[in-house]
């Protein structure tokens, strides 16, 4: 049997987004979760996904292999996928392994939105 | 505020800059080159998983992680070869790869057909992840790993990639690359397994994770190392009789 995540993924839907709250940590074993939330995140056909890391206590490469998957799902739906939240360390690992060329990174919630 | 589990990670880097090596490593299509994320290649992208069980074996799945980092060229199927600098697997560290074509194919004189390489972009106690580089036959991220069980140590290699290339996925279509990429993995699961006194059988799971191939990508050929590594050999051949007592 899989360890149990410590992780937690609440979704919020918004007018002409959805919000995925992570709170915890991002490895292999968060994949159903994360996918989960995210089909519930596009329920609603929201244009627009925001992961908010904010609550993020710790992402490993596993976790970093599930937002390239997370990634692709959401381009084939025709959706864009927003990071907010994401302190520097994690917008260091963003840079190294190129996913800030395909997620765009906002501080806070009302800038993603005000700009996308 | 930086964690100790921060260190896991390499910090960015523009280009890749390569250590000093040993004598007669083939050094080439690394220093300088950009690292390749799975979102940067040309072909499909794919999820392989392999996997082997060592039943049996006194070994936790940190222990696992302990050796396989120390010694880890030492897994690689006969004609492969792995150098890093003496850090070894570590966040930051890269390393030039001398690879043999498919069943151990090589050039005239024992040459590599490839002369690619790695950068470790992760570790921690029961695991660690490669980043390819341009021109690499993949683009994309390889993780090794240890969990337990049900009190069994299972050894794990995840690729998420894409052929770098339309001439790299030319062979991912006919099977060519795609045999080789398994086949080469599989060994290195029964070596390791072996390691530990197991007589594993390797177990495979693939995922399609996206049938497009992303034509913005075909440029990627420039940086073909199979190419410039062939492109080369002359060169290679040539230092080599020089080297010769």
């Known amino acids: 049997m899989s360890p149990k995540p410590n992780l937690h993924l609440t979704v919020r839907h918004l007018s002409h987004a959805a919000v995925i709250d992570i709170v915890g940590e991002v490895t292999a074993h968060a994949e159903n979760a994360l996918m989960d939330a995210y089909t519930r995140a596009s329920s609603g056909g929201a244009p627009l996904i925001l992961l908010n890391f904010a609550g993020l206590e710790y992402m490993n490469s596993s976790g970093i292999g599930l937002l390239v998957t997370l990634l692709i799902r959401a381009n084939r739906q025709k959706q864009k996928l927003i990071a907010i939240g994401l302190n520097e360390h994690y917008q260091q690992i963003f840079e190294l392994t190129r996913l800030n060329e395909a997620i765009g990174i906002f501080e806070t919630e009302a800038e993603a939105l005000a700009i996308s | ?245």
Request: glycine share 10%; charged share 15%; proline share 7%.
């Open chain 2, 1 to 245: 505020m930086a964690t100790n589990r921060d260190s896991n990670w390499a910090k960015p880097v523009d280009k890749l800059k390569v250590q000093k090596l040993p004598a007669g490593v083939i050094n080439l299509n690394v220093q300088g080159k950009q690292l390749s994320s799975p979102l940067r290649g040309f072909g499909q992208m794919w999820q392989k998983t392999y996997s082997v069980r060592l039943s049996g074996a006194s070994v936790t799945p940190e222990e696992l992680i302990t050796v396989w980092k120390a010694e880890f060229p030492n897994f690689w199927p006969s004609g492969n070869r792995f150098y890093a600098s003496g850090a070894g697997v570590k966040p930051g560290e890269v390393a030039v790869l001398n690879l043999a074509g498919p069943g151990g194919l090589t050039g005239p004189g024992g040459t590599p057909l490839i002369s690619t390489g790695i950068m470790v972009i992760y570790a921690d106690e029961t695991s660690f992840s490669f980043m390819t580089p341009e021109g690499h036959i993949f683009a994309g991220m390889i993780t090794f790993s240890a969990q337990d069980d049900g009190g069994t140590t299972v050894a794990q290699i995840q690729a998420l990639i894409r052929a770098n290339d339309p001439l790299y996925e030319m062979g991912c279509r006919v099977g060519v690359v795609h045999k080789a990429e398994d086949d080469f993995w599989h060994a290195t699961l029964r070596s390791l397994a072996a390691r530990f006194g197991v007589n594993g059988m390797p177990q495979q799971q693939n995922v399609l994770v996206d049938p497009r191939v992303q034509w913005g990508e075909a440029k990627n050929v420039w940086h073909n190392s199979a190419i410039r590594t062939a492109l080369y050999m002359p060169v290679t051949l040539v230092k080599r009789v020089f080297q010769r007592p």
